[in-house]
């Protein structure tokens, strides 16, 4: 996704030294995605590596947001984050595993008390 990165302190009122980004659809525009708070930069092969957290999904207004930790891999040219991206491999294993399954019992079956 193409836009303008935005990263910068938050509000004074707020606790502590914290960062935010937000990803703009031009310099002083709208807000393409959700913004990441508590925002960490750090450059890796010359990709911008921003870790941070995403709010949102509130139900009410007294209810607190859902948070999402996010990562964000910002270049100028995608083709400078494509080694980058060779380095990170993702194994999702096997879904059916014993391991990974958490309905292991038969769900028709009567519970089972300790006792």
């Given amino acids: 996704m193409y836009g303008w990165l935005h990263y910068r302190r938050t509000p004074t009122d707020d606790y502590g030294k914290r960062w935010e ?4 659809d031009k310099q002083g525009g709208k807000g393409l995605i959700l913004p990441l708070y508590r925002a960490r930069l750090s450059q890796i092969d010359g990709v911008c590596h921003i870790v941070g957290t995403e709010e949102g999904g509130r139900t009410n207004t007294k209810a607190k947001p859902s948070l999402w930790k996010q ?3 910002c270049a100028i040219d995608p083709s ?3 080694p980058l ?3 990170v491999c993702l194994d999702p ?3 059916y595993s014993r391991e990974l399954d958490n309905l292991i019992e038969d769900p028709y ?3 089972r008390y300790a006792g």
């Fill in 21 to 24: 980004a937000h990803l703009l």
């Fill in 71 to 73: 990562s964000w891999l």
């Fill in 80 to 82: 400078h984050a494509l």
């Fill in 85 to 87: 991206l060779d380095k």
């Fill in 93 to 95: 294993g096997d879904p």
């Fill in 109 to 111: 079956e009567p519970y």
